[in-house]
């Protein structure tokens, strides 16, 4: 009898769970687009568009695994693994979920932390920022503004002008040599 009731308690659950993604893709789709602004570094403008809302199962089939796990679960990719933390080429880096600009090559330094390091982001509306409390320390995390993808920390150790040290995960972005743009 207790066996029933726990496998009869599992499928409740996950019909729970399962109802509730469900029924979460189908409000948001009927939302009205939330416009935002942000600065389109290719053509050197600002221009309004639509915040990007995707299910959790939206996400796992246009990303990576390693992707899906660092911009929708907040995960760090190991220090010096990543495809651009020695990159030195020209270009724009966007993001890897949405394709919104985020990082100016020109800005990019070498840290020492294994990780590609910017002093300062394409414009301020392009990313976000809210406090992480993980880990037992305070940090800051940067986040895509347009679709909410979790890129890396940002920190007051970086160098001149801003003092900043924004500490991106490589498998958050997308590079997009000069030559291309």
């Not at 290719?42 to 995707?54: D, F, L, S």
């Not at 907040?74 to 966007?94: Q, V």
Request: aromatic share 14%; charged share 25%; net charge positive.
């Amino acid at each position: 009898m207790v066996k029933w009731f726990v496998r009869f308690s599992v499928v409740l659950i996950g019909l729970f769970l399962w109802r509730q993604e469900v029924y979460m893709a189908s409000a948001d789709s009927l939302k009205p687009a939330q416009k935002i602004k942000v600065f389109n570094a290719g053509q050197g403008v600002y221009e309004e568009v639509e915040k990007v809302i995707k299910t959790e199962r939206e996400w796992r089939q246009i990303l990576s695994p390693e992707a899906f796990r660092i911009t929708r679960q907040k995960g760090t990719e190991r220090a010096f693994t990543g495809a651009y933390w020695n990159t030195k080429g020209k270009g724009i880096y966007e993001c890897i979920a949405c394709g919104n600009d985020l990082f100016f090559s020109e800005t990019k330094f070498e840290s020492g932390t294994g990780w590609p390091s910017f002093w300062q982001a394409v414009a301020p509306e392009n990313v976000s920022s809210k406090e992480d409390r993980s880990f037992f320390t305070i940090r800051t995390e940067v986040l895509c503004r347009r679709c909410g993808a979790h890129l890396g920390h940002v920190f007051d150790d970086g160098p001149p002008p801003t003092g900043q040290r924004f500490c991106i995960n490589s498998e958050a972005l997308k590079f997009v040599p000069k030559d291309r743009n």
